[in-house]
């Protein structure tokens, strides 16, 4: 299975099936659009095309129906985490100039920069998309805390890694850094 392989769904639901996910019918364009006004999210074309085809539930997954707090602290999480790695001293963008003294000073430097970021939108516990994408493929970051990782380049991968037993592949820095698919959060991903 290669990266720009289109998802197979029915496969998908077999996997999703076997680690004890409930699939439901997609959200309909109307269902999208309502979950995308009430989160103040954009989901991705991928993001959209794989919802709109099956809505797997539970074990992690989020339900884009429903209005729940847990989404919504989810959906801040990874800019939230950025800051408390900020404040803790575990994180500064060299691009971000000199770092400041004061948290504060840190807390809103870190908050502007950030602003412009596109968002991350939850696809599955930890699991994140973001709103837009450089190319035709969705890249699935994993962020707990201050640790953030490519799970994947597309959803495809992202798959087969998590529910395939395919092992995540390589990603060399120079390489994947520099691409816009991956930018702003390669700056967290691959930072030293």
């Not at 809505?55 to 939230?80: E, H």
């Not at 596109?118 to 930890?126: E, I, M, Q, S």
């Not at 994947?152 to 991968?157: A, D, I, N, Q, T």
Request: charged letters at 25%.
């Amino acid at each position: 299975m290669t990266d720009s392989a289109p998802l197979d769904i029915p496969e998908i639901v077999g996997r999703l099936r076997r680690f004890g996910v409930v699939v439901e019918p997609g959200l309909s364009a109307n269902e999208l659009s309502a979950s995308e006004r009430r989160y103040g999210v954009t989901f991705n074309p991928e993001h959209r095309w794989f919802l709109s085809q099956i809505s797997p539930r539970g074990r992690g997954w989020w339900d884009w129906r429903s209005d729940t707090p847990a989404l919504r602290q989810a959906i801040s999480r990874p800019v939230d985490d950025i800051l408390r790695s900020v404040n803790d001293g575990v994180f500064w963008s060299p691009e971000w100039g000199v770092r400041p003294e004061t948290t504060a000073e840190r807390n809103e430097v870190a908050r502007s920069e950030s602003a412009g970021w596109a968002r991350l939108v939850p696809l599955v516990g930890r699991r994140y998309v973001p709103e837009h994408i450089g190319g035709e493929h969705s890249p699935v970051f994993s962020i707990v805390d201050d640790d953030m990782i490519l799970y994947g380049r597309s959803l495809r991968e992202f798959f087969d890694n998590e529910y395939g037993g395919i092992a995540l592949p390589a990603v060399a820095r120079d390489d994947d850094a520099a691409s816009p698919l991956y930018a702003p959060w390669s700056r967290w991903v691959f930072s030293p």
